[in-house]
């Protein structure tokens, strides 16, 4: 029987179908959570396996998704298999939206689940039930957010509702999306771990505002053409931080450097967010 002491945890699993994305957030007093809890994969599902963990459930219960079971169903299917179902917890969000969760009935005080439209929250070891709550509440509040912004928000506020009764130490966020990840040659669109902080989900919220100013899109229309004046200025900066020579090399090579190439087409037009980065590294 697969086991894995991930115990003190709390998730949410969640999908945005307009947007074609599906997600897993968690927070837990375990080293490295991200590691076994969260899996997803688009128009398929996403999983959170979690208390004394049985790690097969993320990949089996994908497959089972893929087959055609809903949430519910894979989730009898699973627990149905598992001799150690009453100390697992689970929770499964399926290619349409239906989620499931299910709670052995000996998983540790305060331990629970609650779902709605497009999404499954769970905890076990908790200060109390509001902390489930407050997932739940987080997430259907704040639709107008991304999926992967909503599944921090719910993390934080499930925290401040008291959330996991031993502490803090991990947390992970993970959102896929088809051929929306890096390079478009991927279905990652954020994979974001904190192995082990004093606050894991103030780290977590740092590195997402790291990853999108890499890796997110500032739609066309707001870029800036870069006029001679600009030109010049972008000569100025990128002589000053050691990229000399023709602009456009010198502009790639000095984006490669910083991660941003993502964020970058030639010199006729600049992302905003680039500009700013090259003022700031270059005052």
């Not at 169903?73 to 499931?100: F, K, N, P, Y």
């Amino acid at each position: 029987m697969a086991r894995s002491d991930v115990v003190a945890t709390y998730s949410i699993v969640a999908c945005d179908l307009e947007a074609g994305q599906w997600g897993v957030a968690v927070q837990s007093k375990f080293l490295a959570v991200g590691s076994v809890v969260p899996w997803a994969e688009p128009h398929v599902g996403a999983i959170a396996t979690q208390s004394w963990a049985n790690p097969s459930y993320g990949p089996d219960g994908l497959e089972l998704l893929r087959s055609g079971q809903t949430a519910e169903e894979a989730v009898v299917t699973l627990t149905t298999a598992d001799e150690g179902r009453e100390h697992r917890q689970l929770g499964i969000v399926d290619g349409s939206g239906r989620a499931a969760t299910f709670t052995g009935d000996q998983c540790h005080d305060w331990a629970g689940g609650r779902t709605g439209n497009g999404y499954a929250a769970q905890g076990n070891i908790l200060v109390s039930h509001e902390t489930v709550d407050a997932l739940a509440a987080t997430f259907e509040q704040n639709g107008h957010l991304s999926l992967a912004e909503r599944l921090i928000e719910c993390l934080a506020a499930a925290q401040a509702a008291g959330g996991d009764r031993r502490g803090q130490q991990s947390a992970s966020l993970l959102v896929v999306e088809k051929d929306a990840g890096y390079a478009n040659l991927s279905d990652v669109v954020v994979d974001l771990r904190v192995d082990d902080h004093e606050l894991p989900i103030v780290e977590l919220r740092r590195l997402y505002a790291l990853h999108n100013k890499l890796f997110g899109v500032t739609p066309p229309e707001d870029w800036i053409a870069v006029d001679e004046t600009l030109a010049a200025e972008l000569r100025d900066r990128l002589a000053e931080l050691g990229y000399e020579g023709a602009l456009d090399k010198a502009f790639s090579d000095w984006a490669g450097t910083e991660n941003l190439e993502e964020r970058v087409e030639g010199v006729d037009r600049i992302d905003p967010v680039v500009l700013a980065a090259l003022r700031d590294k270059s005052r």
